[in-house]
């Protein structure tokens, strides 16, 4: 029987001393800290598959802005609550160049990663309607929204959009929504972690339902412009990036700096909020909040109390970043396209080693190659399938916590993987098939 990456007793050892009892239920921050002590404990270097770190240095520009505002002296002083006034231009010129939409500079603010743009919104939201308490999610999704929601007391619903591609979306939309339960519906497309893209058929028909309704749309666009079969990156210039704003007026984009810029750390992202859904009056915010405005209470209420704001200097740096996207001069596209590259040769390795795809369509086309893929191994459970992977030194996450239906198989996150370790996950993952298919036939 060929040998493991590491000792099976190491490795117990380990999930003891972390309380794991599911590894399917391990969050990603929790795997990651499981994958560090392996590490350290065992000199092997793992392949690092579960979080979604960037893996590219951070967009120069960005860095230097921050510098120089620093320099200037801004720390010493509270930032804007409603962001700094050339970001929101820029980002508002940044919406109308790569998604074709018309908003106004006090629909565009600055959050504290995309991830405060989703706290505050869901925290807005959930009180516009006294009698909707819940959030859909079309998932599989990013993990953390759903624990935001939960912290919040919101109520949540999910069903996995795989299942409803197409016209198959409009009656399980219908499905839900017309139950008159839910505040808003959220999902990320590009889609963390399948990597399905919604067409624009489909997001007709979200568009359509949630009209129906008067369901707010929540569009994640952490991996904006990252579908490579297109190219997203010429300002002004189609194809644009797919979005719900082009078909409803009752929406809030999330886009993340994190991906697409490299600039995870400086924890700086957009939130943009419809004209229409901005000015909106929601009578019921006045049991919760001093305004019945949905901007007047999303901004000096639910941002004021969650931050008194985003830091300036992060916002200098973006606005350095938009501003040369906006005049060209700076294409974002060509910077991530390396993580398409990757996708396609640890696909490779993986389908040439027994493991499958487990969403390998995106509706009638073979799914995109990008941030993630999803895989399984035939006749391994989730449990299973990451306890062997941590094994043969690989780290993942389950697919159950993104909402998927599929929990046997894991989100493989191809960022933090050098090229240069691409033949060695190739050796690993033949080593863990032959130690499985031994196993079997014991």
């Known amino acids: 029987m060929p040998n493991t990456i590491i000792d099976k007793k190491v490795l117990d050892e380990v999930l003891k001393k972390y309380n794991v009892s599911s590894?399917?239920?391990?969050?990603?921050?929790?795997?990651?800290?499981?994958?560090?002590?392996?590490?350290?404990?065992?000199?092997?270097?793992?392949?690092?598959?579960?979080?979604?770190?960037?893996?590219?240095?951070?967009?120069?520009?960005?860095?230097?802005?921050?510098?120089?505002?620093?320099?200037?002296?801004?720390?010493?002083?509270?930032?804007?609550?409603?962001?700094?006034?050339?970001l929101k231009n820029e980002i508002k010129k940044f919406v109308k160049n790569f998604l074709d939409l018309d908003v106004n500079e006090e629909n565009c603010l600055p959050t504290v990663g995309s991830m405060m743009g989703s706290f505050t919104s869901f925290m807005t939201l959930m009180h516009t309607h006294k009698d909707r308490k819940k959030l859909l999610f079309l998932d599989p999704g990013f993990p953390v929204h759903k624990l935001q929601a939960n912290v919040l007391g919101s109520g949540v619903d999910h069903f996995d959009v795989y299942n409803y591609r197409g016209k198959k979306l409009e009656d399980v939309l219908e499905k839900y929504l017309s139950t008159r339960e839910f505040y808003g519906l959220i999902y990320s497309n590009p889609n963390n972690p399948s990597w399905i893209v919604f067409t624009d058929e489909e997001l007709q028909i979200i568009a359509k339902i949630a009209k129906k309704y008067d369901v707010v749309v929540i569009e994640d666009l952490a991996y904006f412009g990252m579908d490579f079969r297109q190219d997203y990156g010429k300002p002004g210039i189609p194809p644009y990036q797919p979005t719900i704003g082009k078909y409803y007026d009752?929406?809030?984009?999330?886009?993340?700096?994190?991906?697409?810029?490299?600039?995870?750390?400086?924890?700086?992202?957009?939130?943009?909020?419809?004209?229409?859904?901005?000015?909106?009056?929601?009578?019921?915010?006045?049991?919760?909040?001093?305004?019945?405005?949905?901007?007047?209470?999303?901004?000096?209420?639910?941002?004021?109390?969650?931050?008194?704001?985003?830091?300036?200097?992060?916002?200098?740096?973006?606005?350095?970043?938009?501003?040369?996207?906006?005049?060209?001069?700076?294409?974002?596209?060509?910077?991530?396209?390396?993580?398409?590259?990757?996708?396609?040769?640890?696909?490779?390795?993986?389908?040439?080693?027994?493991?499958?795809?487990?969403?390998?369509?995106?509706?009638?086309?073979?799914?995109?190659?990008?941030?993630?893929?999803?895989?399984?191994?035939?006749?391994?459970d989730g449990n299973e399938f990451l306890y062997q992977l941590l094994l043969h030194g690989i780290g993942a996450i389950s697919l159950k916590i993104t909402g998927s239906d599929i929990h046997e198989g894991i989100r493989a996150c191809v960022s933090l993987i050098p090229m240069d370790m691409m033949d060695e996950l190739g050796r690993r993952l033949q080593i863990m098939k032959e130690n499985i298919e031994q196993n079997k036939n014991k």
């Not at 931050?307 to 996207?325: C, D, M, N, R």
């Open 250 to 380: 009752q929406y809030i984009l999330l886009i993340s700096s994190s991906k697409v810029f490299s600039y995870a750390g400086q924890r700086i992202g957009m939130m943009i909020v419809s004209p229409e859904l901005f000015n909106r009056h929601f009578p019921d915010l006045k049991t919760n909040f001093h305004s019945d405005h949905f901007g007047t209470a999303l901004i000096f209420e639910s941002i004021y109390s969650v931050s008194s704001g985003t830091s300036h200097s992060p916002q200098y740096a973006l606005y350095a970043i938009l501003k040369a996207v906006n005049e060209g001069k700076y294409n974002f596209r060509d910077e991530v396209l390396i993580y398409g590259e990757k996708a396609k040769i640890m696909k490779k390795h993986f389908l040439e080693n027994g493991f499958q795809l487990v969403y390998d369509k995106d509706v009638d086309k073979p799914i995109a190659d990008g941030f993630y893929f999803t895989v399984k191994y035939p006749g391994l």
């Open 23 to 86: 590894l399917v239920d391990t969050s990603i921050r929790q795997m990651c800290q499981i994958v560090d002590n392996l590490e350290k404990l065992t000199g092997v270097r793992y392949i690092r598959m579960e979080l979604g770190n960037p893996g590219l240095p951070p967009v120069q520009l960005g860095v230097d802005a921050e510098i120089e505002a620093l320099k200037q002296g801004i720390a010493a002083v509270y930032p804007d609550i409603q962001g700094y006034k050339p």
